[in-house]
């Protein structure tokens, strides 16, 4: 039986919510107006959403990158949460078996594990053997259609309390934007199509590798696939430099490569979507957030640090006109560039450096704060859509690359990449894929 959007499972979900994210929305008009502690509150927001399970952890994580969106001091609590729900019991799992594959869906399997092997904020994971051959089950929750759009509400509502009392960022196209993207991924379905396109795009790269869906055990709610042998990325952050490097070079390519040479990101760099096998290959394990740019957009990307390392400001002007920015003025343009400099900071130099050496968590704060109160000064800006996920996956990736602490000519990385770049072909290969996926895309 299929999930609807039940007035009741989101009338629940509000009062399960009541001590969450509307919570925060009282709780910050009680900080601007009583002046209560705001570190306390986002401490107490952050061990509740923690443990909701649900969309709202993810909608908080994707609010938490857009630079100084938030308070301070939520952004960093909000930043702690690691998608990580407690597992449902195994008559859950039974039941929502059974509603996916029948009745008798356990002789389908050679086995399945009874306790998940991961969870996370829309399903749980579990292990299984399918034709002799080790798999991975990704079951959606019950009822997360209606929690979806209750969460969405929520967000709304935290938008619009603190837009009373700083309209500094307009958030309309950024809550659009979260709404498209979190709706998207409870459809398995269309997560199964992404993955295609994803192992398309890296059918001829072995240092990504890709897993191949078992579509006669999958469903728009349960997800079945082959399981890649790896390990969590932060275990390697003690091998030798050498195999961090590597490491920091294939996950590099794993996210950036889809964008540069198909403009097509995963948008969820959550360190729990992907590990490393034993030759340090990138395993990516969630296709759930896939955002495809028009190329005018990836253009855009690469016009604007052009523009920074040759002080072009022309060429500046061009980027962000074409990434959606209105009324572009020589203020907004140096207002912007600051957090430009910040995102591109590695890239600029043609030498060996650590990611820490110019893109530190503290260098962010500093240049999130300053951004925040110059535009405060001009009255302000709205930033595009697609800035959330480009923001999230070079904030994401920075985080990765920090704990990794290796040492990279970034640059080097970054112009490989780019050389060659062609809005044209761009166009081409995305047709491509869509065609090969059979996804409806509006491009």
Not at 6 to 33: C, E, M, N, W
Not at 115 to 138: D, E, I
Not at 415 to 425: D, T
């Amino acid at each position: 039986m299929e999930d609807v959007n039940k007035f009741s499972k989101r009338f629940k979900r509000y009062t399960d919510l009541g001590t969450s994210a509307g919570s925060l929305a009282v709780k910050f008009l009680g900080t601007k107006i009583l002046g209560k502690e705001k570190s306390k509150n986002a401490e107490n927001l952050g061990y509740v959403l923690g443990n909701l399970k649900g969309p709202i952890m993810k909608i908080a994580q994707l609010a938490s990158t857009v630079p100084d969106l938030l308070p301070p001091e939520y952004s960093q609590e909000l930043t702690k949460l690691q998608s990580n729900a407690p597992p449902m019991g195994w008559n859950f799992v039974k039941r929502r078996m059974n509603n996916e594959l029948g009745a008798g869906w356990q002789a389908k399997f050679n086995s399945f594990e009874r306790l998940p092997f991961a969870a996370a904020s829309l399903g749980q994971v579990h292990r299984a053997n399918f034709g002799g051959k080790k798999v991975v089950c990704k079951l959606q929750y019950p009822d997360m259609l209606s929690i979806v759009e209750a969460d969405i509400n929520q967000l709304k509502l935290i938008f619009s309390v603190y837009k009373k009392f700083d309209s500094t960022i307009n958030t309309s196209e950024i809550e659009k934007e979260i709404t498209s993207r979190v709706r998207e991924e409870l459809d398995y379905h269309l997560e199964q199509k992404h993955m295609s396109i994803f192992s398309e795009i890296f059918k001829k790269i072995h240092s990504v590798n890709v897993p191949k869906v078992i579509e006669t055990v999958s469903t728009k709610r349960l997800l079945t696939m082959n399981f890649l042998n790896g390990d969590k990325l932060l275990n390697f952050t003690k091998h030798r430099a050498t195999d961090r490097k590597k490491l920091a070079i294939n996950m590099f390519k794993a996210w950036y490569l889809p964008f540069y040479k198909y403009g097509i990101i995963h948008g969820d760099p959550h360190l729990g979507n992907y590990s490393a096998d034993q030759n340090l290959n990138i395993n990516l394990l969630d296709f759930g957030c896939i955002r495809f740019f028009k190329p005018s957009f990836v253009q855009g990307v690469i016009d604007l640090y052009n523009s920074i390392k040759e002080n072009n400001e022309d060429l500046a002007v061009k980027a962000y006109e074409s990434w959606g920015f209105e009324n572009i003025s020589k203020s907004l343009i140096e207002i912007l560039n600051i957090w430009a400099r910040f995102l591109y900071s590695p890239l600029l130099e043609d030498k060996t450096i650590k990611m820490q050496e110019t893109n530190s968590s503290v260098y962010g704060a500093e240049a999130a704060s300053k951004v925040h109160k110059e535009l405060k000064k001009i009255g302000g800006v709205k930033p595009p859509r697609e800035f959330v996920f480009m923001d999230r996956a070079a904030i994401g990736m920075g985080s990765v690359f920090l704990h990794l602490d290796a040492e990279v000519n970034w640059y080097r990385e970054f112009h490989n990449l780019i050389a060659g770049f062609s809005q044209s072909e761009i166009e081409l290969k995305q047709k491509n894929l869509i065609s090969i996926a059979k996804i409806r895309k509006d491009l």
